[in-house]
C-alpha cells in the first residue's frame, strides 16, 4: 500500500508534548482581553476539551455573549500569548515521541485531531520542533469545531480517507472520535487518564508510552 493512503492523525497535548501550564494561562489573559473580565480556569480541565468548547462554557458560566468577531479576536490574543509563554519555556516533548516519528514518518503520512486551534498547534509544534513533521493544513482543530469527533471527520475530509487510517491520543475522547470516524483507535498513556481509564473505551491498541511502541511499529512499518 503506497504512504499516499496511510495516515496516522495524532492528538498534540498529553500525547505528543506537554505545554508546562502555557496553554491555561494563555487562555486567561486572552478572555481577560476580549472580555473584559479577569476570570479564575483553575476548574477547567483541558484533556480531551477543545478551545472552541472551553470558551463556549466560559461565556456561559460568565452570563455572556460573544460576537463572531469577539470570538476570531480571542484566538487571535490566545495565540499571541501562547507563543509569548512558549519563548520563556518550550513544550516538553514526552519519551519516545521524536523517535516514533522519525521511524514511521517514511512510510506513513502525519495529521493532527487536536483541541487547541490551528494557530496555537502550529506554535507548539514550532517550539518543540515537530513542525517539519507536519502539514498544519492537514487536520482538525479547535477553531473548527467544539466537538471532537467533528474534528476528526474534518481532518479526514482535508487529508483524503485513508485506506488505513489510525488516531492516536490519550483520553477517552480521543478513542471515540476514532470509532466515531472507523479510524483504528491507540490510546497512549502519557497524558491525565491512567491505562484502566482509557481501557474502559476499548481502545484497538494501547501504549504505555512511545518509548514501547514496538507492537505498533512492527504493524505500521510492515
Not at 509563554?85 to 503520512?109: D, E, T, Y
Not at 474534528?151 to 488505513?164: Q, Y
Request: glycine share 8%; aromatic share 8%.
Amino acid at each position: 500500500m503506497s504512504k499516499a493512503r496511510r495516515t496516522l492523525y495524532f492528538d498534540i497535548d498529553g500525547t505528543l508534548m506537554v505545554a508546562r501550564g502555557a496553554g491555561r494561562i494563555a487562555f486567561s489573559r486572552a478572555f481577560e482581553d476580549v472580555y473584559g473580565r479577569l476570570i479564575d480556569i483553575s476548574h477547567v480541565n483541558f484533556a480531551g476539551a477543545t478551545d472552541m468548547g472551553v470558551v463556549q462554557d466560559l461565556l456561559r458560566e460568565q452570563a455572556l455573549v460573544s460576537s463572531v468577531d469577539q470570538q476570531i479576536h480571542f484566538f487571535e490574543r490566545l495565540a499571541f500569548h501562547l507563543e509569548t509563554n512558549l519563548k520563556k519555556r518550550p513544550p516538553h516533548l514526552l519519551p519516545g515521541v521524536l523517535s516514533f516519528l522519525k521511524q514511521v514518518a517514511p512510510v506513513w503520512n502525519f495529521a493532527l485531531v487536536t483541541g487547541n486551534t490551528r494557530a496555537c498547534s502550529a506554535l507548539k509544534l514550532r517550539y518543540s520542533k515537530l513542525d517539519p513533521y507536519f502539514d498544519i493544513e492537514m487536520g482538525g482543530y479547535g477553531d473548527d469545531d467544539a466537538c471532537r469527533n467533528r474534528m476528526a471527520a474534518l481532518a479526514i475530509e482535508r487529508t483524503g480517507p485513508p485506506e488505513r487510517g489510525y488516531l492516536l491520543g490519550d483520553t477517552p475522547k480521543d478513542i471515540r472520535a476514532a470509532k466515531a470516524n472507523k479510524l483504528i483507535s491507540v490510546g497512549v498513556c502519557t497524558g491525565a487518564f491512567t491505562r484502566e481509564q482509557l481501557m474502559l473505551e476499548s481502545p484497538d491498541m494501547i501504549l504505555d508510552s512511545f518509548e514501547q511502541a514496538d507492537v505498533l511499529l512492527a504493524e505500521l512499518c510492515a
